[in-house]
């Protein structure tokens, strides 16, 4: 089980990380939207937790790369974002993500208990 | 003939002439009747005079009686004329009054043996037996009513204007001049049996005749200049022809005929008749306008100059324009040496158009304050002398009108004198007159249309003025508006990554992700964690309203397990209750089979739960908070009912506003936006629901929400 954060605030890095790692998970850590799009070709993450705001490349233009890209049309994503508009959660609607979560309104646990959620199902 | 008899002739013939004069005007008015009516009592008299004079013994007695009754008349129409002069007004009891007297007196003077018993000649001159109605009635009759006319007349002299005062004083002059003489030698002396003067009394009537004709053409008594116009041009060619006709008769005769008048001669009267007839109308219409031209040099037409002037005063609105079209009409019109037309408003002189006027504003405020008692035009001539007629010398000033609609001063029409020197006639006067109310009506109208289109003009920059402003502030408000929700969105954005670390740590914290915590720091830690927690509901609620306000909110609706959504919030807020000691709890009621869906947005309506239980957590000391849902016909009802403090009266009203909260000490104490409410309303009402609460305070409250379900849509 290897999932990719991609998310540039190191702090939230190292929470998130700190989390999985204490589950068992393996983490992959993209701190902006390029490395996110290369690390999904070369590491082969199971699942993503995808920032919006992003260095270099926002989260959606990284995610419609990675769409288009060969490992990555099926992918799952949850969207892991301060960003509450509906703008971004119709355009990641669109790219098939399994979630859009608000990180305020979500503690880690809550996080990856939506991951594990979304691993059951498929 | 003798000498004296001819003078009687001559006065007939001018008594006559005057006659026609009168007559010829028309005789439309009473005053004019009672005039006319008074001369031919003249002319009877003369005539009968004449015919006694030259009368036989025989019919001596006849004229005799005729002559004492025309003079019946002559004093009742001067009684009468004096009553009417120059109003046409009269009190009808004097009138019927007098006439019966004059009726009864005229009656009696053809009675034998009242008046006149017979005639006697002695010496050659005719002596006439009076008897008892001429001594009891006649010269008491005669001097009475003359009287009666002096005194009539002389009140209408003392009450009226200037130039009805000069026409009255000819009047009164030639009326003593004649009537005195008359009633002296053709009452007084022959009461004592001399007759000898007694023809005088007709020849003096030239005093009457002359003065009357004077007060006509120097002061227009009673309009007839144009008729002695005429008359004069008339007896002129009656001259003319007549010393034509006679020379051509006489020298024709005398030339063919040596004399002696014969059958032929007739013939030859009767075709050089025809010459005369034939050259009688174009000799007289040359004449017509000879006389027309020194007497009427600047006549016009009443009518077309009115019609014109309606014209003018109808064709603009513009005032400058219709004052001096107006102004050049009365000019060339009238020929008049200047004309002024000067509009007032209030007591201020608004505007002043002039054509060759000489004045400056201040004349016009001194002509203004002599016309403020007048009621009529002041005419330079009819004026008696004083401060007001040395004021229009002054200012060369032959006509000055007051222009009033209802008593309102307008303006005032100035005119100058006319170029050839007349005064101005009635007829002048009557045009004026008719002219300057329609004038006064038009400048008020013209003055109306000025101000509005000033207004008009003022109102539009105003506006125009508030417009641009209001699209100023408009703009600068959107501008403010836009930057406060980029403010908004970028902060609470900023803001919630640092308070997720806060929270997200201090969660992992309390599920032991540093190990085992004594239950002392875990009570610690998750006062903290609730604080963080708080913190970001405040933040969630301060984007949502800045997002509803700003119309960017988009629902994203979705048919939902209500239910479900009310399990999470209650589970997400299991751990605060049990920190405050409460007892959390969600039920369904009535069913344990799934309920009704309902079309909501899910992070919406999440919102509004969450703000609901964090309410009624925030409010409950101890006790508990329960969620219920169940069905009631085709709504679905949720409520959240805590036993808390609850919601003090003079709150309950304003709970769903804006920054409302239940009291500013309760803010102080419990913290809080005042947010969350309002969103909850505006988000339910938007889902097609309606919320509402029951409170009571120190036993709890319970808010209400329903939602229609799926399938009641």
């Not at chain 1, 190191?10 to 068992?24: A, H, N």
């Not at chain 1, 998970?25 to 999904?40: F, H, K, N, S």
């Not at chain 2, 009513?145 to 009226?160: A, C």
């Not at chain 2, 007051?402 to 005119?415: A, F, N, S, T």
């Amino acid at each position: 089980m290897k999932v990719l954060i991609v998310e540039d605030d190191s702090l939230l890095v190292k929470m998130y990380s700190t989390k999985l790692q204490s589950l068992g998970v393996e983490v992959v850590i993209a701190e902006d939207g390029e490395t996110a799009v290369q690390l999904v070709k070369s590491a082969k993450p199971d699942f993503v937790l995808l920032d919006i705001m992003l260095p270099k490349l926002s989260g959606l233009d990284a995610l419609k790369l990675i769409r288009q890209s060969a490992g990555g049309k099926k992918l799952p994503v949850i969207i892991l974002s301060n960003l509450s508009n509906e703008k971004e959660k119709k355009e990641a609607e669109a790219l098939q993500v399994k979630d859009y979560l608000v990180k305020a309104d979500h503690t880690p646990s809550q996080v990856v208990a939506k991951i594990q959620q979304h691993l059951k199902l498929t | 003939m003798d000498w004296k008899n001819f003078l009687v002739l001559v006065s007939i013939i001018f008594n006559f002439i005057l006659a026609l004069v009168i007559h010829f005007r028309g005789g439309r008015k009473k005053a004019h009747l009672a005039f006319e009516f008074t001369i031919l009592g003249i002319l009877g008299w003369c005539v009968t005079m004449f015919f006694y004079r030259m009368s036989s013994p025989e019919s001596a007695v006849f004229w005799a009686r005729w002559l004492y009754f025309f003079p019946t008349f002559i004093p009742t129409g001067f009684v009468v004329f004096g009553l009417l002069f120059p109003n046409h007004k009269l009190n009808k009891k004097i009138f019927v009054l007098i006439v019966l007297a004059n009726l009864i007196m005229a009656w009696l003077t053809l009675q034998p043996g009242a008046v006149v018993i017979g005639v006697r000649f002695s010496l050659g001159e005719k002596i006439i037996n009076f008897g008892w109605a001429y001594y009891y009635g006649y010269i008491i009759y005669i001097p009475v009513l003359f009287s009666l006319s002096y005194l009539v007349l002389f009140k209408k002299y003392r009450r009226e204007s200037a130039i009805i005062r000069q026409q009255i004083l000819y009047i009164i002059l030639g009326l003593t001049g004649s009537s005195t003489i008359g009633i002296t030698t053709n009452l007084i002396l022959p009461t004592f049996g001399f007759f000898e003067l007694n023809w005088l009394g007709q020849v003096t009537l030239f005093i009457w005749v002359g003065s009357v004709t004077y007060a006509i053409v120097k002061h227009r008594l009673m309009d007839i200049r144009l008729v002695v116009a005429r008359t004069v041009a008339w007896a002129l060619l009656v001259f003319i022809l007549e010393v034509f006709y006679t020379f051509l008769i006489l020298s024709l005769t005398r030339v063919f005929y040596g004399g002696g008048m014969n059958s032929w001669q007739i013939v030859l009267n009767g075709a050089l008749t025809l010459i005369t007839a034939v050259t009688f109308h174009p000799l007289r219409r040359l004449l017509e306008r000879i006389t027309d031209s020194i007497f009427f040099k600047d006549r016009y037409d009443t009518e077309d100059f009115l019609k014109a002037m309606g014209r003018i005063l109808g064709s603009t609105l513009e005032i400058e324009l219709l004052a001096n079209k107006l102004l050049t009409r009365l000019l060339t019109e009238m020929k008049l040496s200047h004309a002024c037309l000067v509009s007032l408003k209030g007591h201020k002189i608004e505007h002043i158009f002039s054509q060759n006027c000489q004045q400056g504003a201040v004349s016009y405020h001194q002509i203004r304050s002599i016309l403020t008692s007048a009621q009529r035009p002041l005419i330079f001539d009819e004026l008696p002398e004083g401060k007001r007629k040395n004021l229009l010398r002054q200012l060369d000033i032959g006509f000055v009108a007051p222009l009033r609609v209802k008593d309102k001063e307008m303006g005032i029409l100035v005119l100058g004198h006319k170029l050839s020197g007349d005064i101005y006639f009635d007829q002048d006067i009557q045009v004026l007159s008719i002219l300057t109310s329609e004038v006064a009506v038009a400048i008020q109208n013209a003055l109306s249309y000025e101000e509005i289109k000033k207004f008009s003009n003022t109102l539009k920059l105003e506006v125009d003025k508030a417009t641009l402003k209001i699209k100023n502030t408009n703009k600068r408000l959107k501008e403010l508006s836009d930057l406060k929700d980029e403010f908004v969105s970028v902060a609470s954005h900023e803001m919630r990554t640092p308070m997720t670390i806060i929270k997200g740590y201090l969660s992992m914290l309390l599920e032991g992700d540093a190990g085992k915590l004594s239950p002392k720091a875990k009570d610690l830690i998750s006062d903290a964690f609730e604080g963080a927690t708080r913190m970001i509901r405040l933040v969630n609620n301060m984007l949502n309203v800045s997002r509803i306000e700003s119309g960017r909110i988009s629902v994203n609706l979705q048919d939902v397990q209500l239910e479900k959504i009310c399990e999470e919030v209650v589970d997400e807020f299991r751990i605060e209750a049990r920190e405050h000691g409460l007892k959390l709890k969600f039920e369904t009621l009535g069913t344990n089979e799934p309920l009704p869906k309902v079309r909501v947005d899910i992070d919406r309506i999440r919102e509004v739960l969450v703000n609901l239980v964090a309410n009624a957590i925030k409010f409950t000391p101890h006790g508990h908070i329960f969620v219920r849902c169940q069905v009631k016909d085709d709504l679905l009802l949720t409520e959240i009912e805590d036993t808390g403090v609850g919601i003090p009266k003079e709150a309950r009203k304003k709970l769903f506003r804006k920054f409302s909260q239940a009291s500013l000490r309760d803010a102080q104490e419990r913290k809080g936006s005042g947010l969350g409410l309002y969103i909850c309303q505006l988000m339910i009402n938007e889902f097609g629901g309606k919320i509402w609460f029951n409170s009571k305070v120190g036993k709890g409250t319970t808010f209400f929400f329903v939602l229609p379900t799926v399938k009641s849509r």
